[in-house]
């Protein structure tokens, strides 16, 4: 028989996919626990029992989009036959990410300037686990032999990864903000490509 604790999990799981849904469609802002609590049949008193506010609430579907995003570069581990598929494996997942989720993150957009520490703490483990994932990669080359010997290789995958993150297109229009525009991505996209191009026939012999 479930206990109450996961009675109290799995409402909490509808809780946050119902408000996924929510601020997926509308966005932070067009947003409210009214709406979200409606969508659940739920009264807002029980909403803000397990959230009590709309920005936690938000931050807790972050951390879940997280998870979900880390899953799927732990499932690839070890597993590209090349650096170049590494590499093309991260820049397409992480757009692809960003593309479909894009409406979620109007809060990035609202908040660039001030945004809580908690979301900080979301994008370091996500950047970690890219660069992770890219280290890898880089290592394996060096010992098939195709790379010669780096020193560092988290430390050139880093900066690539800083570089990558550093490119903008429309940078008149973007002035007042550092968060991409939807119609720009796929450029940026094929940007990153590039310039990924560019860098790996500078390491490899083969």
């Known amino acids: 028989m479930a206990t109450t604790h996961d009675h109290q999990d799995i409402k909490r799981e509808k809780i946050l996919e119902a408000s996924y849904e929510r601020f997926l469609h509308y966005g932070y802002s067009k947003t409210t626990m009214n709406e979200i609590a409606g969508d659940l049949s739920m009264s807002k008193a029980l909403l803000y029992y397990y959230f009590p506010d709309k920005s936690q609430l938000y931050m807790a579907v972050m951390r879940k989009l997280a998870v979900d995003y880390l899953k799927k570069l732990e499932e690839k581990a ?3 036959g090349s650096l170049k598929e590494a590499f093309v494996f991260q820049i397409n997942t992480h757009h692809d990410f960003i593309v479909s989720n894009y409406n979620f993150f109007d809060f990035f957009r609202l908040n660039e300037q001030n ?4 979301i900080w703490e979301i994008v370091e483990q996500v950047h970690k686990a890219e660069l992770t994932l890219l280290t890898n990669a880089v ?13 560092n290789p988290e430390e050139l995958v880093d900066l690539l990864l800083d570089a990558m993150h550093g490119i903008r297109v429309g940078a008149v229009s973007q002035k007042k903000s550092s968060f991409p525009r939807k119609e720009h991505l796929e450029e940026i996209r094929s940007k990153k490509l590039l310039l990924t191009d560019i860098f790996i026939k500078g390491l490899l012999y083969c």
Not at 139 to 151: D, L, S, V
Request: net charge negative; glycine share 10%.
């Open 78 to 80: 070890d597993t590209f």
């Open 139 to 151: 290592k394996n080359e060096m010992e098939k032999g195709c790379i010669g010997p780096i020193e």
């Open 115 to 118: 945004l809580p520490d908690t």
